[in-house]
């Protein structure tokens, strides 16, 4: 039931881009995004609330496509303070309220 | 000013004991969380209460009991600590349920030896 993220894990260089999916095996009424770097909690990032809507922070910008039950969220040109770990966290609404962080993406930029 | 803030920041028990983690935010949010970041780093929730009342209540041990003595504050009350216990127990707030951002505290490292 937790939905999946890919990949797992991921290097960069600074200035590369990245994308990390979000698959659901339920249907999904929104999005969140958040980043935990190593020993803090984690910050959100963006929420996504309809099919097809993207949104844009900076370089980071994500999109949500609810038919395929999935999110991706999008680094351009990196820097080094993008490393962490991402979560995306959905919300369920069929039946009772339910909110699922997904699995993670650890990612690490180097200079 | 701490927006949500938690105590202790870690705390080392011995199984069997029973613990508290108090929680408090002062956003003026009306949706408090605690969630469970284990070892391999996944994050669950466990609790959530909307105005005071319990909205979610995910498959957590009967041990586990979340107190809500008004909306700035949600504490977390474990009795009988076990081995797998051990973990970050994070709170977080939000305005509402779903549609807000997620605030968290800082969280709280249980060891349970």
């Known amino acids: 039931q937790q939905p999946v993220q890919s990949p797992q894990a991921v290097i960069l260089r600074e200035g590369e881009d990245a994308v990390i999916n979000c698959s659901s095996s339920?249907?999904?009424?929104?999005v969140h995004w958040y980043r935990q770097k190593h020993g803090e909690a984690p910050v959100f990032l963006m929420i996504?609330?309809?099919?097809?809507e993207q949104k844009g922070h900076e370089k980071i910008s994500a999109s949500f496509n609810e038919k395929k039950q999935q999110s991706s969220l999008y680094l351009t040109a990196s820097q080094l303070s993008y490393s962490g770990t991402y979560f995306c966290?959905?919300?369920?609404?069929?039946?009772?309220?339910?909110?699922?962080f997904g699995t993670g993406t650890r990612l690490k930029v180097l200079a | 000013d701490t927006a949500v803030s938690q105590t202790p920041k870690y705390l080392v028990t011995q199984m069997g004991n029973d613990k508290s983690i108090k929680c408090e935010q002062n956003?003026?949010?009306?949706?408090m969380y605690w969630y469970k970041q284990d070892s391999k780093k996944f994050l669950k929730i466990m609790f959530s209460?909307?105005?005071?009342?319990?909205?979610i209540n995910e498959t957590v041990p009967n041990r586990f009991s979340p107190k809500s003595p008004d909306k700035a504050h949600l504490n977390l009350h474990i009795n009988s600590l076990e081995l797998g216990d051990s973990a970050v127990y994070f709170c977080?707030?939000?305005?509402?349920?779903?549609?807000?951002?997620?605030?968290f505290g800082p969280g709280t490292r249980l060891t349970v030896t």
């Open positions: 977080a707030s939000s305005p509402g349920t779903g549609d807000y951002e997620q605030y």
């Open positions: 339920k249907a999904l009424y929104s």
């Open positions: 996504l609330l309809k099919g097809g």
């Open positions: 966290g959905t919300e369920l609404r069929s039946g009772t309220y339910k909110y699922i």
């Open positions: 956003l003026g949010h009306d949706t």
């Open positions: 209460y909307n105005n005071k009342e319990l909205i």
